[in-house]
């Protein structure tokens, strides 16, 4: 009796253990895998991306998925920005800051283990991408919403979907040769082909807009019901009363920058007025100048109704 009693005593402290061994490590949340594969982006293609994104010393450049940290790296090195790297792996940002002690710039970059779509991305003024399609998909609604417009974005292969490029470009084409490819982590060993996207974060100017103008018979009153999908504008304007409506064209907006013409009746002739500002919020500010008129520009100021505005980070 006394015996079976000392082998329960003995025995039992195991079977705590592998208890609370088993316990503590269900509890304990595992490193999330990285959902793109680390494939090295080209020295010729870095050179590009930072090229096309016009990178320079006053910019903060954040690469998404940083991997080794060369892109971030370079630009620190020869450009002077300041950069930071993000990658999910803890092996690769052990190597990005290996890296940048080796080029002498851990002044002036920092590098983090977290996942993109959790990250502050809201100092950048670059960033940059060597991700996937459906991956760019789901992270294209933080950049919009959190990325001052002007920010310039650069992916390497990899598109928005519908969001057009403002630009693109690409390093030893051979299309003939090579299918159009995708989402494939193979594209650098089986392809010489790299496609280099490049996109201005726009400002948000869905909804109406009021403003005054000079006209023949004094000040008019106009609104203007900006439709956006992206970078591309389209709306209607709406002189003083009038329920007829006049187009805008040649709408665009560049960053916070934004250009249109209207054709606006004034008598019995038609006036081309080109309109130019900058988007402050909910306030536009700029000037207005009549075609054959160069030299002559009026002030603008349009307001938005706070109630028309719409999100586009889609």
Not at 116 to 125: G, K, N
Request: with cysteine; hydrophobic share 40%.
């Amino acid at each position: 009796m006394t015996k079976k009693r000392i082998q329960v005593r003995n025995i039992f402290p195991g079977f705590l253990t592998l208890f609370l061994i088993a316990h503590i490590s269900g509890a304990v949340p595992q490193q999330k895998r990285p959902e793109v594969p680390y494939v090295p982006t080209p020295e010729e293609v870095v050179v590009e991306m930072l090229k096309m994104a016009d990178v320079g010393k006053n910019d903060v450049l954040y690469d998404l998925g940083c991997g080794d940290g060369r892109i971030v790296i370079k630009a620190v090195r020869e450009l002077g920005c300041r950069g930071v790297g993000i990658d999910i792996d803890p092996v690769r940002i052990k190597e990005c800051r290996k890296n940048a002690v080796n080029a002498g710039v851990t002044d002036k970059v920092e590098f983090f283990v977290k996942d993109l779509f959790q990250a502050d991305i809201s100092q950048a003024t670059v960033v940059t991408l060597y991700l996937l399609s459906k991956v760019n998909l789901r992270l294209r609604p933080k950049l919009l919403r959190e990325l001052a417009p002007g920010t310039r974005v650069v992916s390497h292969d990899f598109g928005m979907g519908e969001w057009e490029p403002d630009k693109s470009t690409v390093i030893n084409d051979d299309d003939e040769k090579f299918p159009p490819v995708y989402d494939t982590f193979m594209l650098d060993f089986n392809w010489r082909v790299h496609h280099i996207h490049f996109w201005i974060i726009p400002a948000n100017l869905t909804g109406t807009w009021q403003w005054t103008m000079p006209a023949i018979s004094g000040n008019k009153r106009y609104s203007l019901t900006i439709e956006q999908v992206f970078q591309k504008i389209s709306g209607k304007t709406f002189e003083g009363s009038s329920a007829v409506p006049v187009n805008v064209k040649d709408g665009r907006i560049r960053g916070n920058k934004l250009e249109f013409t209207l054709d606006l009746k004034q008598k019995e002739f038609l006036r081309k007025v080109h309109f130019e500002g900058f988007v402050k919020g909910h306030a536009i500010e700029g000037f207005i100048r009549a075609e054959g008129e160069p030299e002559t520009k009026v002030k603008w100021r349009a307001e938005r109704i706070l109630s028309t505005f719409r999100p586009i980070d889609k």
